[in-house]
């Protein structure tokens, strides 16, 4: 059972900076950061294939966000910056089978194993 754990949530004020370490226990997979804000559905935030060559980001985080991996400690990052209340959410990290290392999907559904979320708070 491939099991994700994130880590790196937490308070911090408008403009300051987090960066999200999501650990894999296994396997190169290509990786999606989502998020998922009280009261509203879950949404996307990056993806990443296995290589690390391809990138995708939603609108939002465009300028803002980085997502990277270390693929020898079998880790993804999500670097924030320029953070602002409305980034206020649980985040969570999701992995892909491994055929489908060289795909970004932008949908929950593309997915097939999650970490448990880790809350970012943004304070104005």
């Known amino acids: 059972q491939v099991q994700l754990v994130e880590s790196g949530g937490g308070l911090v004020q408008a403009g300051g900076s987090l960066r999200l370490s999501c650990a894999v226990s296994?396997?190169?997979?290509?990786m999606g950061w989502f998020r998922q804000a009280l009261g509203l559905e879950r949404e996307f935030v990056a993806g990443?294939?296995?290589?690390?060559?391809?990138?995708t980001y939603a609108d939002f985080a465009k300028g803002r966000f980085t997502i990277s991996r270390d693929n020898a400690n079998n880790t993804v990052y999500l670097q924030m910056n320029s953070l602002k209340p409305e980034d206020t959410a649980v985040y969570y990290c999701a992995a892909r089978k491994l055929g489908f290392g060289a795909t970004i999907g932008t949908r929950g559904p593309d997915y097939d194993y999650w970490g448990q979320g880790t809350q970012v708070t943004v304070s104005s």
């Open positions: 990443i294939v296995r290589s690390g060559t391809t990138k």
């Open positions: 296994y396997g190169s997979r290509a």
